[in-house]
């Protein structure tokens, strides 16, 4: 024990030199200092979670039915295709929600019509309702393989909304079946984000319907109220073929600017050429936001969104196509803000309980085991450090529940050093010099300290995997208590112990 391995003294001051820098911008502006190599280090405080920093709470819904509703609405046009090509007759052929409703002229087809059905997609069933009527519907393997897409898209789109809008830190997770808890720290009117998540964004450019209005899609024009453009069904364009939408202005004029990855530029180009001197529709959930004329082929792969829009509409907009198109619309079924005022509250109360609960730890300590407590009192503030900088290196969310788990993290990091100073104690007792004792102390606790710290360790990361919310926050702040506690008491502890064997050369030991 009195020897330790110059790699690991030198790791262990390199590790806490390292623990005080990032987390030294939870007392002092690193920016100040340091300018933009703090930002290009990540050192950065530790976010503060809604409950302590006030904000919004936000629970929406995905409407999934809607996205059945129009995959059905695909089938029904395909199916109606195919079996027109296959000469089967039918009587009625309407999509639902929840599947197509398939009336035959003779039950005999029905064999022919499951044939059609693997062709469009293997994953449809087909369902005797009775007679000649069936129903056309997706499989559950499918259904849910949907339903958990469209939940993922969701989530994934409403974070690159909100994290492009600015908002710090948000908190998104999935709640049952269809709804997604947003939670957005320092957010007080969370009203134009409710706006920016409201719009589906679905963007898609079409051409003037051919041959009146006989097929086409009859949409409003936004500069033009009342007046309304018939289009082909089929756009020629769609947002997903966008690599980027940005605010710019033309003759003094907000537009947005986009560029379209290859198969759009292409496509773009091939329409402009073709249809020159025609009105080319953009089309924002099913909204003409413009309809502009073809002057000229455009082939560069870039081109301008114009219409009588405002400098933070441009913005929006922007914002939006490059997000990307949700698949399915949210709605807002429930609403919470959180004022500041609670969250200060919460942060003083929590401070006070932290330093509160050190201090008493650390009196107890020197009570019981003398200097030997001042080493564990040193280590358990070097385990707070650890601590901090982990969180903050991470971009861990500090929440209520996790002053929680702070708390309880300095109970459990003076365990350790309890178990090794008992079991030294015993060694003394047993006649042993201090050298020896010490050395047994360590060695022979050393395998009660894992076991116990391992269990807890795989309790906490069961409540982080199952748990949601609040949970979370607590089973998160403990793992990395529990890490760096083991750190601390092994390491830190030790060093300090064995520095002061090598200076001082007791010749007895009170613990």
């Known amino acids: 024990m009195i020897h330790i391995e110059r790699w690991k003294t030198v790791l262990t001051v390199i590790l806490c030199a390292l623990a005080c820098l990032y987390a030294a911008p939870n007392v002092i502006p690193m ?83 499951q044939t059609v059905l693997r062709q469009i997609d293997p994953q449809l069933r087909l369902v005797n309702q009775g007679g000649e009527t069936f129903r056309v519907a997706l499989d559950d393997l499918a259904l849910n393989e949907t339903r958990k897409q469209t939940m993922e898209q969701s989530m994934e789109i409403v974070r690159r909304r909100v994290d492009d809008d600015g908002t710090k830190e948000p908190i998104i997770q999935r709640q049952g079946n269809d709804r997604i808890i947003l939670q957005l720290p320092g ?18 450019f079409h051409m003037p319907a051919q041959g009146g209005n006989l097929g086409g899609l009859t949409l409003p024009l936004q500069d033009a109220p009342g007046q309304t453009m018939t289009l082909d069904r089929r756009p020629v364009l769609t947002g997903d073929m966008l690599n980027g939408a940005s605010p710019s202005q033309q003759d003094g004029m907000p537009v947005v600017s986009f560029r379209l990855n290859t198969t759009g530029g292409k496509r773009f180009c091939e329409v402009t050429t073709q249809n020159a001197g025609q009105p080319f529709a953009i089309v924002l959930d099913n909204i003409i936001i413009s309809a502009p004329r073809i002057n000229e082929p455009i082939c560069g792969g870039s081109a301008i969104i114009t219409g009588q829009f405002s400098f933070q509409e441009v913005s929006d907009l922007s914002l939006l196509l490059r997000a990307g198109a949700l698949p399915a619309p949210l709605e ?13 509250d919460s942060i003083e109360a929590g401070a006070k309980s932290t330093i509160v609960a050190m201090i008493v730890v650390m009196i107890w300590m020197v009570l019981n085991y003398g200097l030997f407590g001042v080493f564990a009192g040193a280590a358990l503030i070097v385990n707070m450090i650890i601590l901090f900088a982990i969180m903050s290196g991470l971009g861990a969310t500090l929440s209520l529940p996790g002053i929680a788990g702070i708390v309880l993290t300095i109970g459990v990091a003076v365990d350790a050093n309890v178990l090794i100073f008992s079991r030294i104690r015993e060694e003394l007792a047993a006649g042993k010099p201090i050298v ?61 112990v064995v520095y002061w064997l090598r200076t001082t050369r007791p010749k007895t030991l009170d613990i």
């Open 187 to 204: 957010v007080d009117d969370p009203a134009r984000v409710k706006e920016l998540l409201g719009r589906t964004a679905r963007l898609s």
């Open 332 to 344: 807002v079924i429930e609403e919470r803000t959180v004022g500041p005022s609670l969250g200060r």
């Open 436 to 496: 020896t004792a010490i050395d047994s102390g360590y060695k022979n606790a050393m395998s009660t300290i894992w076991d116990a710290n391992m269990t807890t360790l795989i309790a906490s990361v069961f409540l982080f995997m199952i748990g949601a919310g609040p949970v979370k926050g607590f089973a998160v702040t403990l793992i990395i208590g529990l890490i760096a506690s083991m750190f601390s008491a092994i390491m830190v502890t030790r060093l300090m």
């Open 31 to 113: 920016d100040r200092f340091l300018g933009s190599t703090a930002h290009a280090l990540g050192l950065r405080p530790i976010s503060l979670g809604l409950d302590l920093q006030g904000g919004s709470h936000l629970l929406l819904r995905v409407e999934l039915d809607q996205v059945f509703a129009e995959r059905y609405e695909d089938v029904e046009q395909n199916l109606r295709r195919d079996l027109r090509h296959a000469q089967i007759g039918y009587t009625r052929l309407k999509a639902a929600k929840d599947g197509v409703t398939l009336a035959l002229r003779s039950a005999d087809d029905q064999r022919a019509v």
